[in-house]
């Protein structure tokens, strides 16, 4: 794997795990930090899922405004421009991903870094994790995709309480909510996510892929044209070998062995 500043990529088996890596600042994430999530991502070199993590206490507390990456004497185009350039393209990457995609939380998962890890199929939160939209507490609104998200995860009543008031969701109200799928004690955390990471991996990865685009792409459709996605997805994945041996498996009383093609 490539070596990068602001981040950790290695494969472990089959799954790329990539851990922000600013630990003395709560992983508080500059434009770069996103470019090489990206750059990691664009590498997955046969890996057939990601785990995204924090290194230290914190999962992403935010983009790094306090570090000065964003300061500027014109700072709203600033800001525009490291959205534009910076972390909406990595947002973007992650949506287009072939394999499913986990993220542990752990500590605060706040403004950008709420966006990133409620942007994974599956986020485990640790008991220590909370989530927030601290925006309006500095005149600002939520980025990163969160007003897209958060309606489309928890409704629009509880993404208004999340976005206009600013205050933290702990981990065990996200998953109340359906934000999140899994809360795990602190110290379980990295092993419960990778294991469900590994356990996405061997699965019948084109599936997988062609799930998590739909599922994505499914609340701005109509039920005829989602219909008719699935068809054509059906018509994709049928004559691979992943589901060629799922169906002499299931014929044959048996687990699978999904090879990811």
Known sequence: M??????LAERRGDVLVVTLNRPDRLN???P???DELREALADLNG????????????FCSGADVGGGALGSDDPGNTTFTALTAHYNPTMLAIADLAVPVVTAVRGPAAGIGCSLALAADFCVASDTAYFL???VNIG??????ASWMLPRLIGRARAAEMMMLGERVPAARALEWGMIHKLVADDALDAEAFALAER???GPTVALGLMRRGLGQALDCSYAEAMNREAENQRKVRGTADSMEGGMAFLQKRKPAFKGR
Do not use: H
């Open 2 to 7: 490539a070596d990068y500043e602001m981040i």
């Open 28 to 30: 508080a994430a500059p």
């Open 32 to 34: 770069r930090m996103f």
């Open 47 to 58: 890996a057939r899922a990601v785990l995204v993590t924090g290194a230290g206490r914190a």
């Open 133 to 135: 939209q601290a925006f």
């Open 140 to 145: 600002l609104v939520p980025d990163g995709g």
């Open 200 to 202: 996405l991996a061997a």
